[in-house]
């Protein structure tokens, strides 16, 4: 049982009936998303792809690890009590896990739970696992 509205296309959901605006997705009369091109005056059920939150996990070795050696890391939850504010890098590493610059050690799943994240783009600290 899902929640899918009536006409609106798998993978997609409703955002409003009304004028649609350049770039916007609408329904076609094939009941198929299409995108708007051109000003238009017509009233469309707008919708927009919905979007699958990213999964990961704890990288499994070092093997994993080794592309992001240079990187740096961080703590995606900064009201956590056990947060240190900057950030740190992993000065060492091995199949089970990785010593940081703050000098602590930590296993790849012990490093993931705690929500250590990548300083750059906030990523958690493991491997994707929905592409």
């Not at 990187?71 to 009201?79: A, H, L, N, P, Q």
């Not at 050690?105 to 994240?117: I, K, L, V």
């Amino acid at each position: 049982m899902t929640n899918q509205i009536p006409g609106v296309p798998e993978g997609w959901e409703l955002v409003a009936f009304r004028r649609a605006k350049i770039g916007e997705h609408v329904i076609d009369g094939n009941g198929d998303p299409c995108k708007i091109t051109s000003i238009t005056s017509e009233i469309f059920a707008i919708i927009r792809k919905i979007e699958k939150p990213a999964r990961y996990r704890p990288f499994a070795n070092a093997e994993e690890f080794k592309p992001h050696r240079d990187r740096w890391m961080t703590r995606k939850d900064k009201r956590d009590p056990t947060h240190v504010d900057g950030a740190c890098r992993v000065v060492a590493y091995d199949d089970q896990g990785s010593w940081f610059t703050t000098g602590d050690y930590q296993t790849w799943e012990a490093a993931f739970d705690s929500g250590r994240c990548f300083d750059d783009d906030e990523t958690p600290f493991g491997v994707r696992i929905d592409e």
